[in-house]
Antibody, heavy 122, light 110 residues
Framework: QVQLQESGPGLVKPSETLSLTCIVS??????????WGWIRQPPGKGLEWIGN???????KYNPSLKTRVTISVDTSKNQFSLKLTSVSASDTALYYC??????????????WGQGTLVTVSS | NFMLIQPHSVSESPGKTVTISCTRR????????VQWYQQRPGSSPTTVIY?????PSGVPDRFSGSIDSSSNSASLTISGLKTEDEADYYC?????????FGGGTKLTVL
């Protein structure tokens, strides 16, 4: 049973870079069968897809965040990471990592990590 | 880019049936599959419907999904409502390498 766990600082200053890692257990980020993604949820609001990465490093990003987002994968540590630059208060959110089956545009996201709250504040 | 528009909230009594809509603008709802997620308070989302109308194993058959091209909407129908169904529900679809979620619908079972 694959499990995902987000980790990283809970507080980031405005204009700085948010960095999070998703540790995968019970499965491999090197699998050719899955994408690995980041999704966020501002407090009391809805879900927003940030981006996905494939084992070979190929990425897809939300067009609205593309200029500030980098997702990378570390197969040696079985984890993948998110960097979001020039953050502001609007980036305050619960950040989830999730897996998505590679084949088919109708593949859902799942499982999800438990989420980690990142607050942007000075 | 496109949007998926959901009602902010719906409510219904236990044992009844409720339907949550998800309207795509612009573009055709039928052009890409729609998924539905359930998010209970304090929990991560879980899939209740994928590929418009498919149920993952473990999801009760009280949950069903459909697409209506005439209204350009997807629908999630929950029959035989239980208090445990009270949650936020999100639709999600995909186009041009971009995944989009609806704004979410809060289902109250009272």
């Amino acid at each position: 049973q694959v499990q995902l766990q987000e980790s990283g600082p809970g507080l980031v200053k405005p204009s700085e870079t948010l960095s999070l890692t998703c540790i995968v257990s019970g499965g491999s980020v090197s699998s050719t069968n899955y994408y690995w993604g980041w999704i966020r949820q501002p407090p009391g609001k809805g879900l927003e897809w940030i981006g996905n990465i494939y084992y070979n490093g190929n990425t897809k990003y939300n067009p609205s965040l593309k200029t500030r987002v980098t997702i990378s994968v570390d197969t040696s540590k079985n984890q993948f990471s998110l960097k979001l630059t020039s953050v502001s208060a609007s980036d305050t959110a619960l950040y989830y990592c999730a897996r998505r089956y590679f084949y088919g545009s109708g593949s859902p996201f799942g499982p999800w990590g438990q989420g980690t709250l990142v607050t942007v504040s000075s | 880019n496109f949007m998926l528009i959901q009602p902010h909230s719906v409510s219904e009594s236990p044992g009844k049936t409720v339907t949550i809509s998800c309207t795509r603008r612009p573009g055709s709802i039928a052009s890409n599959y729609v998924q539905w997620y359930q998010q209970r308070p304090g929990s991560s989302p879980t899939t209740v419907i994928y590929e418009d109308d498919q149920r993952p194993s473990g999801v009760p058959d009280r949950f069903s999904g459909s697409i209506d091209s005439s209204s350009n909407s997807a629908s999630l129908t929950i029959s035989g409502l239980k208090t445990e169904d009270e949650a936020d529900y999100y639709c999600q679809s995909y186009d041009s390498d971009n995944h989009v979620f609806g704004g979410g619908t809060k289902l109250t079972v009272l």
